[in-house]
């Protein structure tokens, strides 16, 4: 019951009385938002609660048969491809706007404005929309959130107060790549890791509570993907897929455990690897014939390759992983959504009809894709062949963002900064 008393107060704050009773509800924050004691329906990393683009919620309208769903809200958040984070009733995402990023925390279930943090950031378009490349990440009491030009941001959860701040190039060395920086923090346990690209400091760990660094290792180029985290036995792991290779960092020390080489055109390694027990599964878009999906054996300590398949190019977004099979939206016949089996590698079926710049996660045996030009579409996440569940045009313009399924909506945003609540819960 005080759970949900407590969930109200947090749909019902608006940012001036955010800050009026900051310091008290601060107290009860740490008891009921946080990364530890975060609900099954919670999304608190870009890539979800278990790193992998899947959810764990089952209470939600996964097929639409009986008609689509409602828009619950929809809210300007400025240009850029960040997703959004959700925990508890707060969600936050950011956006570019006359050269400044805006962090928003959002009430989930009404889009209402909690607070906002700004900071400058020179917009650049990179070629398309532009604006801001990563997702903030919520951990416990405080949002991480990483700008494309290197700024590090630690921000109060519950007010949006500055806690502390970094720059990943005049603080580490970093060196920008082409596309600057575009990967999520990773919170594991007390650290904060980060791809910087700095000759000495590639990567790095930083104390998730003041920002002191921990350890810095490598001098890989950076790459454009989210790190995750790995565990062989006793050895925890992050693993970060730079511009030529994915690396292995043991988490405590920083040491590299063991390196794949993996090279592709413009050095745009962009899509997050998956943890699949003691397999890896691996792949990446931008290199014609050498873009391609691979899965690697990790029981020896060193990684094995098993297989590789040519088919798969998933150029800006990451695969998922159910029941043995990954699905991902690939750059090849101008755009297809692909069912590859893991035992062997083999392309189970294919489906034609998405772009190739589309998302996708997954949830309940359902794939929730959003398609390029803004089309929400639900399908089975089974070997047998493409069924499509539900369809809905939600957004107008291009969009390159994850949607994310959380407590009863799917969240979806544009380039151009069109963030979108979709209400999937269940009718009564």
């Given at each position: 019951?005080?759970?949900?008393?407590?969930?109200?107060?947090?749909?019902?704050?608006?940012?001036?009385?955010?800050?009026?009773?900051?310091?008290?509800?601060?107290?009860?924050?740490?008891?009921?938002?946080?990364?530890?004691?975060?609900?099954?329906?919670?999304?608190?990393?870009?890539?979800?609660?278990?790193?992998?683009?899947?959810?764990?919620?089952?209470?939600?309208?996964?097929?639409?048969?009986?008609?689509?769903?409602?828009?619950?809200?929809?809210?300007?958040?400025?240009?850029?491809a960040?997703?959004?984070?959700?925990?508890?009733?707060?969600?936050i995402?950011?956006?570019?706007?006359?050269?400044?990023?805006?962090v928003?925390?959002?009430?989930?279930?009404?889009?209402?404005?909690?607070?906002?943090?700004?900071?400058?950031?020179?917009?650049?378009?990179?070629?398309?929309?532009?604006?801001?490349?990563?997702?903030?990440?919520?951990?416990?009491?405080?949002?991480?959130?990483?700008?494309?030009?290197?700024?590090?941001?630690?921000?109060?959860?519950?007010?949006?107060?500055?806690?502390?701040?970094?720059?990943?190039?005049?603080?580490?060395?970093?060196?920008?790549?082409s596309?600057?920086?575009?990967?999520?923090?990773?919170v594991?346990?007390n650290?904060?890791?980060?791809?910087?690209?700095?000759?000495?400091?590639?990567?790095?760990a930083?104390?998730?509570s003041?920002?002191?660094?921990?350890?810095?290792?490598?001098?890989?180029?950076?790459?454009?993907?989210?790190?995750?985290?790995?565990r062989?036995?006793?050895?925890?792991?992050?693993?970060?897929?730079?511009?030529?290779?994915?690396?292995?960092?043991?988490?405590?020390?920083?040491?590299?455990?063991?390196?794949?080489?993996?090279?592709?055109?413009?050095?745009?390694?962009?899509?997050?690897?998956?943890?699949?027990?003691?397999?890896?599964?691996?792949?990446?878009?931008?290199?014609?014939?050498?873009a391609?999906?691979?899965?690697?054996?990790?029981?020896?300590?060193?990684?094995?390759?098993q297989?590789?398949n040519?088919?798969?190019?998933?150029?800006?977004?990451?695969?998922?992983?159910?029941?043995?099979?990954?699905?991902?939206?690939?750059?090849?016949?101008?755009?297809?959504?692909?069912?590859?089996?893991?035992?062997?590698?083999?392309?189970?079926?294919?489906?034609?009809?998405?772009?190739?710049?589309?998302?996708?996660?997954?949830a309940?045996?359902?794939?929730?894709?959003?398609?390029?030009?803004?089309?929400?579409?639900?399908?089975?996440?089974?070997?047998?062949?493409?069924?499509?569940?539900?369809?809905?045009?939600v957004?107008?313009?291009r969009?390159?963002?994850?949607?994310?399924?959380?407590?009863?909506?799917?969240?979806?945003?544009?380039?151009a900064?069109?963030?979108?609540?979709?209400?999937?819960?269940?009718?009564?």
């Amino acid at each position: 019951m005080f759970q949900f008393a407590f969930r109200v107060l947090l749909a019902g704050c608006r940012e001036r009385r955010v800050e009026q009773f900051g310091r008290v509800a601060g107290l009860l924050v740490g008891a009921f938002v946080s990364v530890s004691s975060v609900s099954a329906a919670d999304w608190p990393f870009f890539r979800g609660p278990q790193q992998n683009g899947s959810s764990a919620e089952t209470d939600w309208r996964s097929d639409w048969s009986d008609g689509p769903p409602s828009i619950a809200w929809k809210k300007q958040v400025g240009i850029g491809a960040s997703s959004v984070v959700v925990v508890e009733n707060r969600l936050i995402t950011m956006g570019n706007e006359d050269d400044q990023d805006s962090v928003w925390c959002l009430a989930a279930d009404t889009g209402d404005v909690l607070w906002t943090y700004r900071y400058p950031c020179k917009f650049k378009d990179h070629n398309y929309e532009g604006g801001t490349s990563s997702t903030p990440t919520i951990d416990g009491n405080n949002v991480y959130v990483l700008a494309y030009d290197g700024q590090l941001h630690c921000l109060e959860l519950l007010t949006g107060k500055l806690v502390w701040k970094r720059h990943l190039v005049t603080d580490f060395g970093g060196r920008y790549s082409s596309w600057d920086y575009a990967a999520s923090p990773l919170v594991v346990g007390n650290r904060v890791i980060l791809d910087t690209g700095a000759d000495g400091n590639s990567t790095v760990a930083l104390d998730k509570s003041d920002g002191t660094l921990l350890w810095g290792n490598g001098n890989d180029l950076a790459g454009y993907a989210t790190p995750i985290s790995y565990r062989a036995g006793n050895v925890k792991m992050v693993l970060v897929f730079k511009a030529r290779a994915l690396i292995a960092h043991d988490v405590s020390s920083g040491q590299q455990v063991w390196r794949i080489p993996w090279k592709t055109n413009y050095d745009v390694n962009a899509s997050s690897p998956i943890a699949v027990g003691k397999q890896l599964f691996v792949s990446s878009g931008y290199g014609g014939r050498r873009a391609r999906g691979a899965l690697f054996d990790l029981q020896s300590g060193n990684p094995e390759e098993q297989w590789v398949n040519d088919d798969i190019e998933t150029k800006m977004n990451s695969a998922v992983v159910v029941d043995e099979h990954a699905y991902c939206l690939s750059e090849r016949a101008a755009g297809q959504l692909m069912c590859v089996r893991l035992k062997d590698g083999v392309t189970v079926w294919r489906e034609e009809s998405f772009s190739p710049y589309g998302a996708l996660m997954v949830a309940a045996g359902t794939l929730i894709i959003l398609d390029e030009d803004g089309q929400l579409v639900l399908a089975d996440a089974a070997s047998r062949g493409f069924h499509q569940r539900g369809r809905l045009a939600v957004l107008s313009s291009r969009s390159w963002a994850m949607p994310v399924l959380a407590n009863g909506f799917i969240y979806v945003r544009s380039n151009a900064g069109e963030l979108v609540a979709v209400d999937v819960r269940k009718r009564g």
